[in-house]
């Protein structure tokens, strides 16, 4: 199995002007599974996730809780399993 690192960015969350990372659902170094939501995102008219694509490990938090994002945003880095 090899592993490869990948760039979690902040996704299109539709027509907005203000997204706010609410928080991160796991710390560096914790595991997560494809699927798991990795952090919050709060718009002016809606809640969302940002998903993991895969099975990985979170290794780097970039974007710190609280703050203020845009789409495309490097939020974090994950080392996963590539096929």
Not at 48 to 54: D, G, K, M, N
């Amino acid at each position: 199995m090899k592993k490869k690192q990948i760039e979690l960015k902040i996704p299109d969350v539709g027509d907005t002007e203000s997204i706010e990372l609410v928080k991160w659902n796991l710390k560096e170094g914790e595991k997560f599974e494809t699927g798991f939501e990795l952090c919050e995102l709060v718009t002016d008219k809606a809640a969302f996730s940002l998903e993991a694509p895969s099975d990985g490990i979170l290794t780097q938090i970039i974007i710190k809780n609280g703050s203020q994002v845009k789409v495309a945003d490097l939020a974090g880095i994950a080392e996963v399993i590539a096929d």
